[in-house]
């Protein structure tokens, strides 16, 4: 379906979601070490650069979503991939640097497309 402007109101009323009700294997587990993936792709992502090649571990998996970054690109003939979506914690400090505080830690959801095992 095209977003448009005259559907907007009608998702937010109805509380659209991405979750995919279909039946994919996890590729993790809460408490795995993972490392985010150091990718460049030319086209959408939500994989943010400063986690690109940054360990971190499986904090919660949300369950199976559509894939953003083959949602995006679905009109191109690009096919769904539907996947599990994590949060990822991250020290401050293998995020940062030596300079940040120790104790520090940032969260971010991240796909299994967008992971490897640490």
Known sequence: MLLTAEIVP????????????V???????VGD?????????????RLPGYVRGREGVI???YGVFEFP????????????KPQHC??????A??????????VDTLRVDLFDDY????
């Open 10 to 21: 009608g998702l937010v009323a109805q509380g659209a979601s991405a979750r995919a009700h």
């Open 23 to 29: 039946d994919v294997p996890p590729k993790f587990k």
């Open 33 to 45: 070490k993972v490392r985010a993936r150091n990718l460049n792709p030319t086209s959408h992502t």
């Open 59 to 61: 904090e919660f998996d």
């Open 69 to 80: 970054d083959t949602h995006a690109r679905v009109f191109e003939g690009v096919p769904e």
């Open 86 to 91: 994590y949060r990822v914690r991250f020290t």
């Open 93 to 102: 400090r293998e995020v940062w640097g030596p300079t940040a505080h120790p």
């Open 115 to 118: 992971l490897d095992p640490a």
